[in-house]
């Protein structure tokens, strides 16, 4: 065995894995699970793998837990309720701890060096790891054609792989976890609320913000989806085409 599929269950790797395995590879597709992957990805991960991987004889390598000891596995979003810690998108210590490392280290116990791990980089991002092996930029694939190539297998397109509580997440990801899964937004929305908050002379809490800039609270998003919920005139098709107010909302 000298190499391994990185596997995130999104657009990239999926189709990858798809690719590969269509053109005969076969080997360990490992995925290294957070815990607090979206719901959306968990299902169609089960799903990829009972209807398309299994009948090929190959399955998925879930590594579950912490990097700091298999044992005492928890959850990304765990970890932080018990450390009082959130995602930072500087430093990346959560992709580091619960994607890098365990991949590295599960890769290291079965003789798969650092050079052996497939990664799903389209040709969009050929600038990203150029010292890697990327079989879609090989390819010259893009993201879109990822999409086809999944497409063509009668298969649904998966969601951007990543964390619920991810810091690079936008706005309407934000949005559809506080529409979709409003106890997962409850729980990230804790975060942010450790015991001895104050309030900042501007008005802005200080302590743990999840926003990479600092200014957008899980609350004050909750707020305004609230407030834009209870307005359905909204949705009148006239409106939508109207210029959009420059407050942002």
Known sequence: MTEAISFGAGVNSTAMTIMLVNKGWRGPIVFSDTGTEWPDTYCFMDMFEKDWLRPRGLE??????????????????????????????????????YKVLPLNRW?????IGQEG???????????????????LVDHE?????????????GLSVPRKSGCYICPFQRDQQWRDLWERYPELYARAEMLERPPRKKKGRAGMPTGLVIDPAGKMTLVMRR???????????????????????????
């Open 141 to 153: 694939i893009t993201r879109a054609g990822c999409v086809d190539i999944i497409v063509a297998e």
């Open 223 to 249: 707020r305004r989806y609230e407030s834009q919920s209870t307005m359905p005139f909204l949705e009148d098709p006239n409106l939508l085409l109207a210029k959009p107010c420059i407050c942002g909302l």
């Open 107 to 111: 890769c290291k116990e079965h003789g």
């Open 60 to 97: 998925i390598v879930r590594l579950g837990g912490e990097w700091r000891s298999p044992s005492k596995a928890m959850s990304l979003l765990e970890h932080c309720e018990q450390y009082g810690v959130t995602p930072r998108a500087y430093p990346r210590w959560c992709t580091a701890g």
């Open 117 to 135: 791990v497939l990664l799903g980089i389209a040709v969009d991002e050929r600038h990203r790891m150029p010292d890697r092996i990327r079989p």
